[in-house]
């Protein structure tokens, strides 16, 4: 939805996407989505995709080295880059720590579409306008492993507790975009196995359906 806004307003041009990936597992960082799946939706969204790699396990301080590598990658491709978009709704916290992180780097300005939102309403005009996402991950310490591999629709927020946040703003779940009007066409995606890691993180396998 952070894309759909930013294409929709003339003042901003999305030249790219960019996300964390673990190198030694071939993964989006946190989301558990694989690198494959990761190609084929920039691809259908119509964007590059320039990567921060880590490997796994890694600590913050590789993360900030990581991060900043990949946005100097995206200047060095685009130089009049200036601004990154970010996702983020409600958590101070976290906007204060992109926005100290860019700072350090210099050159950068972030940029907060969907910020104060209220997150039951978006993720209903998530679904009303025909995007398409599942669960891929879910932190079984705020929400049941079963709601992994779900497909986020109405039914899914119908059936959330009270106190988890129906954008999964807190942390509660990742979600894995796969089609809808962003999109020149829906991904076929299988769902493969689910998986307890950590002792805490229930992720579900996706895997391109040729």
Partial sequence: MTLGRLRADPAWRVVGLVTTVTANHDRIAMHGVR????????????LPVVEAVLTWPSHNDAYEEAFAAALATAKARWPELAHIAFGDLFLADVRAYRD?????????????????????????????AGHRAALCCVDTTQLEAGFCGHDYDAALLDALPAGVDPCGENGEFHTLSYGGPLFAHDMRIARGESRLRDERFQYTDFLLDE
């Fill in 35 to 46: 690198r494959t799946v990761l190609a084929a939706q920039a691809e259908a969204l119509g």
């Fill in 100 to 128: 100290a992180q860019l700072a350090r780097i210099g050159g950068w300005t972030g940029v907060y579409p969907l910020w104060g939102e209220d997150t039951a309403s978006l993720g209903r005009h998530f679904i009303a």
